[in-house]
């Protein structure tokens, strides 16, 4: 029986092996045992991670590979479990990292300081980058440097990712934050058609600001919110009604909305009806909303009808807390069971409420991300689902989970086979196990908030 050596492959089968692994499997694997496969690895796109990456892996990857290599395709390196790797890289190699072929480039926890090195002395020399993804959950750091913007010719870039979380909705000046990165980095929005902001909050009533900057935008994720005196000051609903939206908004298809407490359904409304091109509409309340428009399924349809024609996906979360009113849960889910809904666009709802002034909807699927909530003594649920099975709730993969001893409650709660990620608001007792709820098999975290 004659034993086929990996040598003796064909390289279109080798190329194809080699498309499962990443760039460390790569380099350590086949790196060094020839001629042929050094060739190989030469002329392939290596796709490089350092997120849990060894020290000893990291020195020998950035020290005896990266000056010698010029076919380095995507980079993510990351100060989340070691602070360091970004600032001995961008110290080693300032000089060598144009030299690849860079498309894709991400920072995760970089020092303020150090990405104002990068800005100004690296990212004008990346010409093939594509896409830049900077995340950030050190929120001490400041950033005392001066706000000027760097002038930057990329003709190539495309993607842009900013996720800086904050303690605040609106962070004073010095603190590193989302705007500021946007700031400096105006000169390279003409050409964006992807951007993510995805913690700093934007005041809707500079919307306008952002739009101007943005002709190409194919794809925005934002968080919109109203500052509390400006709110104040202007009283009545603020209408965003801007040919400048309307005109750089041309090529927008996906729209990814979080809102904060103050924006309200008819300011959103006049935002969308800018958009009549639009494909995909994803909205989703940051903590909640007491706007009671937003749970109006005539409302939706009304401004779908006529504003967004061509929308085929819809995505909503929407939580209501400190109501005014005592809404029936029934009476708003049936405004979700026309024909429009349920026939034409094959759009389902479900809602869940918790008290008189408090409860949550959501579409099937629902917006990515989303916390969903789950509380034993729900008074109300239901549903536009024709049916339900174990597959269901798929999509959703957050709980924030409230679990308390009652008596008996006749509200039969939906059961989640793929969440990954829960927050305890109460231990449940010995008569109450998260399995009766949740696949607890498909756990990663658990948060107690109690």
């Not at 092996?17 to 060094?32: E, P, Q, S, T, W």
């Not at 929005?189 to 009533?205: F, G, K, M, Q």
């Not at 026309?338 to 699927?365: A, H, M």
């Not at 239901?382 to 989970?401: A, E, G, V």
């Amino acid at each position: 029986m004659s034993v086929l050596k990996l040598e003796h492959l064909a390289n279109e089968i080798l190329y194809t092996i080699f498309d499962y692994l990443d760039g460390f499997h790569h380099i350590f694997a086949f790196r060094g045992l020839n001629s042929r496969f050094n060739s190989l690895i030469n002329h392939i796109h290596l796709h490089i991670n350092t997120t849990h990456c060894r020290k000893a892996d990291f020195n020998y990857l950035f020290d005896d590979i990266f000056p010698f290599t010029t076919n380095i395709f995507s980079l993510t390196i990351s100060n989340k479990h070691t602070l360091g790797p970004i600032e001995i890289f961008l110290n080693r190699h300032l000089d060598l990292i144009p030299h690849n072929q860079l498309n894709h480039l991400k920072l995760i926890d970089i020092d303020p300081q150090v990405l104002n090195t990068f800005l100004k002395t690296i990212l004008p020399k990346l010409t093939r980058l594509v896409s830049l993804n900077i995340t950030n959950s050190i929120t001490k750091f400041r950033y005392d440097l001066p706000l000027e913007t760097i002038n930057v010719s990329l003709p190539a870039f495309k993607y842009l990712s900013l996720s800086i979380e904050q303690t605040s909705y609106y962070p004073h000046v010095p603190f590193f934050n989302e705007h500021m990165l946007m700031h400096r980095m105006e000169s390279i929005l003409s050409t964006v058609t992807h951007l993510s902001l995805e913690y700093s909050p934007r005041d809707i009533v500079g919307l306008t600001l952002l739009f101007e900057k943005l002709n190409k935008i194919e794809y925005l994720q934002i968080t919109l919110d109203i500052d509390d005196e400006v709110a104040r000051a202007i009283g009545n609903p603020f209408i965003s009604n801007s040919p400048l939206i309307r005109d750089h908004g041309q090529h927008l298809r996906s729209f990814i909305i979080q809102i904060g407490y103050h924006i309200l359904f008819v300011e959103i409304a006049a935002l969308l009806t800018h958009f009549p091109q639009l494909q995909i509409l994803s909205l989703a309340t940051q903590e909640f909303t007491h706007d009671i428009q937003f749970y109006d399924g005539q409302a939706w349809e009304k401004l779908i009808q006529t504003s967004l024609p061509r929308l085929t996906s819809l995505r909503l979360y929407i939580f209501l807390d400190y109501l005014s009113s005592n809404p029936i849960l029934h009476d708003i889910i049936n405004r979700f069971r026309t024909p429009f809904w349920l026939n034409e666009k094959k759009w389902y709802i479900v809602g869940d409420q918790f008290s008189n002034r408090s409860l949550q909807i959501y579409t099937i699927p629902c917006p990515k991300k989303s916390i969903v909530i789950l509380n034993n003594t729900s008074i109300a649920w239901d549903t536009t689902l024709p049916s339900i099975n174990l597959s269901t709730f798929h999509c959703i993969t957050c709980l924030k989970i409230y679990i308390t001893k009652v008596e008996s409650n006749p509200i039969l709660l939906p059961y989640f086979n793929n969440v990954k990620s829960v927050k305890l608001l109460t231990l449940p007792s010995k008569d109450h196990y998260l399995s009766q709820y949740i696949n607890v098999s498909k756990l990663e975290t658990v948060t107690i908030e109690c």
